[in-house]
């Protein structure tokens, strides 16, 4: 009878701390997470200082972060209303980017693969898209086409938006950023 107990302590014990270390490593860990409106970033996952949190997610070979001087990638799961961000929807970005010698936007899935959309095209460059007067970041972000800078979305299901900023003095202050000066998320409409 105690030996049926002890076998299964040891099989709850290793379960339950399995368990906890695949949740703990499975997606972007908690700690070192700044938010700056919808965007959350990891500004020393690329540093010295890395949590050891991170470090294991990194391990997995999931994502291979900017060093910190190299820059900050931001990431976005929903619009500035809270909803998640949905390939059905059409959303306006618009506003500002942070200075920087150069920037990338670009449209992943939940686990940061780009998606193999019709166009070939899954996000913009700093020196691909367009501006008005005033020097104003305008992006239409549809899966069907738009007039203007259009970024292409997948037909449905949800999706990341990943604002890569290189050589830019936010990477080592990311958590003193205000939300003014990064890309706002507007859902437009949605069938």
């Not at 938010?35 to 996952?45: N, Y």
């Not at 299901?157 to 080592?172: E, K, M, S, V």
Request: charged share 20%; proline share 7%; aromatic share 8%.
């Amino acid at each position: 009878m105690r030996v049926f107990h002890l076998a299964y302590l040891i099989a709850l014990g290793a379960g339950l701390g399995l368990t906890s270390a695949h949740f703990a490593v499975a997606g972007r860990p908690l700690p070192g997470m700044v938010e700056i409106g919808v965007w959350k970033a990891w500004p020393r996952s690329g540093g010295r200082d890395i949590d050891p949190y991170m470090r294991a997610y990194l391990a997995r070979g999931v994502h291979l972060p900017l060093g910190a001087g190299e820059g900050l990638e931001l990431i976005a799961e929903r619009d500035q209303q809270g909803w998640p961000l949905d390939g059905r929807c059409r959303y306006a970005l618009t506003g500002a980017t942070p200075t920087t010698r150069g920037w990338t936007l670009s449209v992943t899935d939940a686990d940061g693969r780009a998606f193999r959309l019709p166009l070939d095209r899954s996000g913009f460059t700093d020196a691909e898209v367009l501006r008005d007067e005033t020097g104003a970041l305008r992006i239409a972000a549809a899966s069907w086409p738009q007039a203007g800078n259009w970024l292409p979305l997948p037909t449905s299901g949800r999706f990341q938006l990943r604002l890569r900023l290189y050589d830019t003095p936010i990477a080592t202050q990311a958590g003193e950023t205000r939300a003014e000066s990064l890309p706002r998320i507007e859902r437009i409409d949605c069938p």
